[in-house]
């Protein structure tokens, strides 16, 4: 299997601007997660979806922030008027609800830069 | 609420000494699992080892081992013989057995820092 795929790598932006980032999980993994990581702490939980339905959301998740899985394969997390404080790595996990183990594996990540 | 504490922010040894990394973790849950991951400097995190809450067999693999110990509420990673290749930030995490997926809760990680 390939591992879980992220695009862009990276993104620098103006404030104000929208910003969208993809997500390709393992092929067959069903559950799909969002995290947010700032510089010295540890991964937070964004949101998450189980095949194309999103059934929990963080309430770090603001107005601002829209995450999609259409087909219940590839994701993308949508931020809009993005602001300074929204700067962070944007971490992508998925895992297979039918394996004995419900380990989540995670993408590279997408490091968003808000000038 | 879950909570996770790491409490060594950065830890330096010198290539082949033992180093053990803290996990304390909180939770109110009887299941539960824990994790621990690996971020090297390029940034992907790593799985590392899930443990469930009704397992508290230590487990070894290869340099790696882990304490687990439900009466102090702590889940304790030791690297044997560590090698430069093993300096990276380290994440315990821990995740309830929900009806709607393991979201996980992680820890402030830990940095480790191996010299040659």
């Known amino acids: 299997d390939t591992g879980v795929s992220q695009d862009p790598r990276h993104k620098i932006t103006k404030r104000g601007q929208n910003v969208t980032f993809r997500c390709d999980p393992i092929s067959e993994h069903n559950r799909l997660y969002w995290y947010r990581q700032t510089l010295g702490q540890g991964p937070e939980f964004l949101t998450y979806?189980?095949?194309?339905?999103?059934?929990?959301k963080s309430r770090l998740l603001s107005d601002r922030f829209s995450a999609e899985r259409p087909k219940g394969s590839f994701s993308t997390l949508e931020i809009q008027r993005t602001e300074q404080g929204d700067s962070a790595m944007y971490l992508c996990?998925?895992?297979?609800?039918?394996?004995?183990?419900?380990?989540?594996?995670f993408g590279p990540g997408t490091r968003l830069t808000v000038l | 609420a879950q909570k996770v504490t790491q409490a060594q922010t950065e830890i330096s040894v010198v290539e082949k000494e033992d180093v053990t990394l803290d996990c304390v973790y909180e939770t109110r849950d009887t299941t539960y699992y824990l994790f621990w991951y690996k971020q090297p400097p390029s940034g992907e995190l790593v799985f590392l080892i899930r443990r469930n809450s009704f397992d508290e067999q230590n487990e070894i693999s290869g340099r790696y081992s882990w304490n687990f110990q439900k009466s102090t509420s702590s889940f304790n990673f030791t690297i044997t013989a560590s090698q430069v290749v093993d300096s990276a930030v380290y994440f315990c995490?821990?995740?309830?057995?929900?009806?709607?997926?393991?979201?996980?809760?992680f820890g402030a990680g830990t940095i480790l820092r191996v010299k040659s």
């Open positions: 995490a821990l995740s309830e057995a929900g009806e709607y997926g393991n979201k996980l809760v």
């Open positions: 996990a998925s895992s297979d609800l039918s394996a004995p183990t419900d380990t989540q594996y």
């Open positions: 979806f189980q095949n194309e339905a999103q059934l929990e």
